[in-house]
């Protein structure tokens, strides 16, 4: 006899919820409910349109191979909008009283540790996974499941406020909670390890805190291009990295950029980097964006019209951190006025608080007025020749592009025919230069200025 179809989708849904990350399982698939059955057709509804569409295109060859698991008499699964639901989300309102409730969302309930500098905030729960951080989380896991052993060291490089931080601190956590305190993690920052050397040196209490960092056994060293370009700093923790390393504790740094592109780190610390395994992040694309305001909507306990959800997610592609700022900027919004956000004021929400020419300038555009001002062609920016008269152009229109548009190193490389390194010394030498050569800063408030009047 067939098992009750309730009980199991039931089942189905346990089995799913170990093969996806929690954060995805609990915002695509946690309120689904099997509504129908027939001949062979089961009908499993969905909050709301995004669920389910994402849940068709992503998951229904997952989940209907699960349900044959139980009923062979499956064939198909079809996924329909749970009216009701989405009927209570649009007229529900949200009230002034409910902004303490927010105010007090994120920070305020959570308390780093002392010991580990771990802030349980940065949890696995809350991660959301997708395509530009998959390999990151996969390593995680694995690492989370052996410490020490595998991935050692583990190196995970991104641009600003992609989640790096949240993904180190995440292991940290995890390894905390899965050995209750028989694997002792701690978290830094490479300012934090800098300072720490630095006032051990100054004190002479090099011993003490030597010890310190080596009588653990998962070390996270956050940030780790800062460290760069500081002798001391570097040589201990080249030790602390071997003492550890050789006693098999687990290592893992964060950059803003991978192990051969931190111009000034020494070449045994950067050859001890690559000898362990790297992930990248990138950045989100339109789905893990609906996804991650999705998470942060259910770790507030707070609820938005899709097409808002929509608004932002096609509108902020900066970072996670930008796409959180909006998402706060809109809830506040509401709690002051005490109705749903109307997609106008959310779209002026996003105008203010999101530095965006993008769709005003295109990268063309800059290379193109960068030629112009210096009386070459862009073709000159491209082409091989060292000579002056093109090096500062191109370097310019390098940190044009990443200034003004944010593009990726890689993508600013590929446009003026160089690789991603070239194109990261480019702007850095700008970036620092700009503050020293005032004739230098006076020639790219002018280009920028030819770039946006036109
Ligand atoms: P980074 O260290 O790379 O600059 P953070 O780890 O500080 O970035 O991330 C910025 C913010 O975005 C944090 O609040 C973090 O929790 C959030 N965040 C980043 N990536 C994710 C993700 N995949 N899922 C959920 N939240 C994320
Ligand atoms: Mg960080």
């Not at 040589?235 to 098999?248: M, P």
């Amino acid at each position: 006899m067939a098992m009750d179809p309730e009980r199991l989708w039931q089942l189905a849904l346990a089995e799913i919820e170990v093969q996806l990350s929690r954060a995805n399982f609990a915002t695509w698939l946690k309120n689904s409910r099997l509504v129908d059955k027939k001949e062979g057709v089961f009908v499993v509804s969905l909050p709301n349109n995004f669920a389910k569409e994402w849940v068709e295109n992503k998951y229904q060859k997952l989940l209907l191979g699960i349900v044959r698991g139980f009923d062979y008499s499956a064939k198909k699964i079809e996924f329909v909008v749970d009216g009701q639901n989405e009927a209570q989300l649009a007229s529900k309102k949200i009230s002034v009283a409910d902004l303490s409730r927010f105010e007090n969302r994120i920070d305020l309930d959570f308390r780093v540790d002392p010991e580990t500098n771990l802030n349980p905030r940065y949890s696995l729960r809350s991660f959301v996974v997708g395509a530009s951080n998959e390999l990151a989380y996969t390593a995680a896991t694995a690492i989370v499941r052996e410490v020490g052993t595998k991935y050692n060291p583990f190196f995970v490089y991104g641009g600003v406020g992609l989640g790096k931080t949240h993904l180190v601190q995440m292991i940290g956590n995890e390894i905390r909670a899965l050995y209750k305190g028989r694997v002792r993690p701690r978290y830094v920052s490479s300012e934090k390890f800098t300072s720490d050397i630095v006032w051990a040196i100054r004190n002479k209490r090099y011993e003490d805190v030597k010890k310190r960092y080596r009588d653990i056994d998962v070390l996270i060293i956050d940030d780790i291009q800062f460290i760069g370009g500081k002798e001391k700093t570097e040589e201990e923790f080249f030790h602390t990295f071997n003492a550890l390393y050789e006693n098999n504790k687990q290592i893992i740094i964060s950059s803003d950029r991978p192990p051969q592109s931190i111009p000034t780190l020494e070449e045994r610390l950067r050859s001890r980097f690559e000898g362990g395994l790297i992930a990248d992040i990138g950045y989100p694309e339109y789905e893990m964006r609906v996804a991650i305001i999705k998470a942060k909507l259910q770790d507030a306990k707070r609820e938005l019209r899709e097409e808002i959800i929509d608004l932002v997610a096609r509108k902020v592609k900066k970072n996670v951190r930008e796409i959180e700022g909006v998402l706060n900027k809109v809830l506040f919004y509401q709690d002051v006025r005490g109705v749903d956000v109307t997609e106008k004021t959310a779209s002026d929400i996003i105008e203010k608080s999101v530095k965006n020419f993008s769709r005003r300038v295109s990268d063309e555009h800059i290379l193109k007025t960068v030629a112009e001002f210096f009386g070459v062609s862009p073709g000159d920016l491209v082409t091989r020749g060292r000579k002056k008269e093109v090096v500062e152009p191109r370097q310019i229109a390098m940190y044009l592009l990443r200034d003004i548009l944010d593009m990726s190193y890689p993508y600013i490389g590929e446009k003026l025919g160089r690789d991603h390194t070239t194109a990261i010394h480019a702007v850095e030498k700008i970036n620092q230069e700009i503050n020293k050569n005032s004739s230098l800063n006076q020639k790219i408030i002018l280009i920028k200025e030819a770039i946006y009047k036109s």
